[in-house]
């Protein structure tokens, strides 16, 4: 279900954007943080709701949110580093937050939560 959400926000993010940069002046980081925020709100609502009709809303918020920061990071690498060589620009954008992901989340923390349990127990 989250992915039909989160086609429709990859569908008209650019067009979300596109209506904020000339109406309000915003530029696309913006829509991407109010974006970012969609997501946070919609955790919370799925965290805090104890009703399958909370646990829906907030599946469609955050399908929305996930959605609309994707194809807006493309937009955000070509407005951050220009549009010459965006190919490379946004793969190493792209790449760099993957590969720092990674090694926090896969490495570093599952090592540290093993090394502090293995130091409680003894």
Request: with cysteine; charged share 10%.
């Amino acid at each position: 279900m989250t992915l039909h959400y989160q086609s429709l926000a990859r569908l008209f993010s650019g067009l979300t954007a596109d209506l904020f940069k000339s109406r309000l002046g915003w530029p696309p980081s913006a829509v991407l943080c109010i974006a970012a925020g969609l997501s946070t709100f919609a955790h919370a609502v799925m965290a805090t709701s104890s009703t399958p009709s909370g646990i829906y809303a907030g599946v469609f918020l955050c399908g929305l949110g996930f959605g609309t920061v994707w194809p807006l990071m493309v937009v955000v690498a070509g407005d951050l580093f220009g549009t010459k060589h965006l190919g490379a620009n946004y793969s190493f954008y792209d790449g760099l937050s993957a590969a720092c992901g990674s090694a926090t989340f896969v490495l570093l923390l599952p090592s540290f939560a093993y090394d502090r349990r293995v130091d409680e127990n003894g």
